[in-house]
């Protein structure tokens, strides 16, 4: 399989909105929340339905990415997945 790269602008989304606050995020169904952009599920055909995201932090504390993690196989992310 191929894959596709997509880009966000910094601050849109859910991994924006992590990139810019430094928080993790735990969604239990992405289309509840406001933060998400369904243009990604559009363009790639997926259905993303839960979301964890955390921010990745270089050792001068700078915010270097984000993780983001979707679609648990059952239920939702837990606070046991967001201390991984």
């Not at 992405?30 to 790639?44: G, H, L, Q, T």
């Amino acid at each position: 399989h191929g894959s596709t790269e997509i880009r966000v602008p910094l601050g849109v989304g859910i991994a924006g909105f992590v990139a810019t606050s430094g928080e993790i995020v735990n969604i239990p169904d992405a289309y509840k929340d406001a933060r998400f952009n369904a243009d990604v599920d559009k363009k790639s055909g997926y259905r993303t339905r839960t979301i964890l995201c955390a921010p990745l932090f270089e050792s001068s504390g700078a915010i270097v990415g984000v993780l983001q993690i979707i679609n648990k196989e059952e239920g939702v992310f837990e606070r046991r997945d967001e201390d991984l």
